[in-house]
C-alpha cells in the first residue's frame, strides 16, 4: 500500500520496524534510519518472512534538512519518529517541507531544560492543518494507549469522566542491580524531577517520588507505585470532558530508589555540563553511557507489565467506575520481536498510529493527541496485534489520601 519511514533504531524502533513488516500488505516498504547505520542493518537484519522491502539509511536528524533530504530520497506516506524526544522538532520541520504524515511517541523536550510539555509541538497546529497534514502526537503506550483508552471510555461509558487514574507497572526482572527499561537519560531525566497532577483546574506539584501507594495488579501482584508527571496529563486535562483531577503512577522497587538516590546524591543524574579533563560532559550522559542498554534487556527480562487506566465519573447522572488495561509479558515479547516488553508496549502503538493515518482511518489535517482519534479502529488493533486489552467495571481504587 505504501512507504514509510522510521527514524530511530533503539529498541522501540526495533518493534515499530517488526510491526510494521509483519502488516506488509500496509508497509510494503519500510526504510529504517538513524544517525548509525549499522543499528539499522542489525534491525533488518533481523526481520524474517515479511513481504516487506526493507531499507536502511544513515541521518542525523538533529537537522531538518538531513531528513528531507533523505525523505525526498525515499518518499514515505509516513515518517515514523521514535528517535530521542530532542528531535521532533526538526523531524516535523521537515515533513511539513516535503508534504509526509507525522507521528512520534513522546513530546519534545529540550536538550537543556528536563521539561515535558507540548507547548512546542502544538504551535505546529495551523502549519498542518494547512498542509493538509496530520501529525499524531503521543502513540505510544503512556503517552499513547492511556490517551485511546480515555477516548474510548469517554464515548461508550461516560457523559463525563471526572477522575482518572493512570497506572504503570513493570514486574519484570532483568537480573541487574540498575538499568533502565528504556532511554537512561529520558527515563532519569523524567524519575528526578518534579511530580505533578491536575486537580481542579490547577496543577499540584509534589517532590521527587513524594506520593506512595500501593496496588494490587492483575497477573504480577502487589507493589509500591509512585506520582510523577507524565505528558499525557497535559493533553488529557484539555481533552477529555468533566475532568477533575488526573494523577499517574508508575511502580518502583525499593532496590531501583537506593540506587537513584545514591547516583542523585553524588551528582550523577545532573544534565548541567562539568569540565572533565578538557572535556565539558554532562553527568547523566555519562551515566547513560556505563549503564546497560535498554536493548540489551530482552534476553534477560522475565515477569509482566501491567498498564491501564481507571476512570470515575457519570453516566446518566449515576456514578460509574470503569478500567481498562493490558498485561504483557517480557519473553513472550522478546519471542515475538526480539525486545521486552517496555519496548514493545511502546513500539507496538507506534505502529498502529502509522497504520491507522496509512490507510486514511485516521485522517485529520493538523497536529493532534491521540486521544482526539476515534478510539475504536485502534482499540481493534490492539486486541489484533499483541496487545489484548481488558476492562472491569468494580476495580480496586487508588486512594486519596
Not at 510491526?19 to 529504517?32: L, M, S, Y
Not at 537484519?45 to 541521518?59: G, Y
Not at 499524531?136 to 503512556?142: A, I, M, R, T, V
Not at 532483568?174 to 511530580?195: C, K, L, M, S
Request: hydrophobic share 40%.
Amino acid at each position: 500500500m505504501g512507504k514509510v519511514l522510521i527514524i530511530g533504531a533503539g529498541g522501540v524502533a526495533s518493534v515499530v520496524a517488526h510491526k510494521c513488516a509483519q502488516n506488509d500488505t500496509v508497509f510494503t516498504e519500510i526504510c529504517i534510519a538513524s544517525r548509525t547505520k549499522s543499528k539499522c542493518d542489525a534491525i533488518k537484519d533481523s526481520i524474517k518472512n515479511s513481504k516487506s522491502v526493507i531499507t536502511t539509511a544513515q541521518v542525523d536528524a538533529d537537522v531538518a534538512e538531513n531528513v528531507v533530504k533523505l525523505i525526498q530520497e525515499f518518499g514515505p506516506k509516513v515518517v515514523i519518529n521514535v528517535a530521542l524526544p530532542y528531535q521532533d522538532l526538526s523531524i516535523m520541520d521537515a515533513c511539513l517541507a516535503t508534504g509526509v504524515h507525522y507521528v512520534d511517541t513522546a513530546n519534545y523536550e529540550p536538550p537543556d531544560v528536563p521539561k515535558f510539555e507540548y507547548k512546542w509541538q502544538w504551535a505546529y497546529r495551523e502549519k498542518f492543518e494547512k498542509a493538509g497534514l496530520t501529525a499524531l502526537l503521543g502513540s505510544g503506550f503512556d503517552p499513547g494507549v492511556t490517551g485511546v483508552f480515555s477516548a474510548y471510555a469517554q464515548k461508550h461509558y461516560f457523559d463525563e469522566i471526572e477522575y482518572i487514574d493512570i497506572l504503570d507497572a513493570n514486574g519484570g526482572d532483568h537480573g541487574y542491580p540498575f538499568a533502565t527499561n528504556f532511554n537512561p537519560e529520558i527515563n532519569i531525566r523524567e524519575i528526578t524531577a518534579n511530580g505533578r497532577y491536575f486537580k481542579d483546574g490547577a496543577w499540584v506539584e509534589t517532590q521527587p517520588l513524594e506520593m506512595k501507594r500501593t496496588y494490587d495488579f492483575d497477573q504480577i501482584g502487589e507493589k509500591d507505585m509512585y506520582l510523577l508527571y507524565h505528558e499525557e496529563l497535559e493533553s488529557l486535562a484539555q481533552n477529555i470532558r468533566g475532568i477533575k483531577q488526573i494523577r499517574f503512577w508508575m511502580t518502583f522497587s525499593q532496590k531501583y530508589i537506593t540506587h537513584l538516590t545514591v547516583l542523585q546524591n553524588v551528582g550523577m543524574t545532573s544534565i548541567e555540563p562539568i569540565n572533565f579533563k578538557g572535556q565539558m560532559i554532562q553527568p547523566l550522559q555519562f551515566l547513560k553511557a556505563v549503564l546497560p542498554d535498554p536493548a540489551s534487556l530482552g534476553p534477560r527480562t522475565k515477569g509482566k507489565t501491567n498498564i491501564g487506566c481507571i476512570y470515575r465519573g457519570k453516566k446518566d447522572g449515576q456514578p460509574k467506575t470503569y478500567y481498562v488495561y493490558n498485561v504483557c509479558d517480557h519473553q513472550e515479547a522478546f519471542a515475538e520481536v526480539g525486545s521486552q516488553a517496555i519496548s514493545y508496549t511502546t513500539g507496538v502503538p507506534a505502529m498502529i498510529g502509522a497504520k491507522l493515518i496509512m490507510t486514511d482511518v485516521w485522517n485529520m489535517p493538523g497536529v493532534h493527541n491521540i486521544e482526539e482519534f476515534d478510539p475504536d479502529p485502534f482499540m481493534a488493533e490492539l486486541n489484533t496485534q499483541g496487545l489484548p486489552w481488558q476492562e472491569s467495571f468494580d476495580p480496586q481504587l487508588v486512594s486519596e489520601a
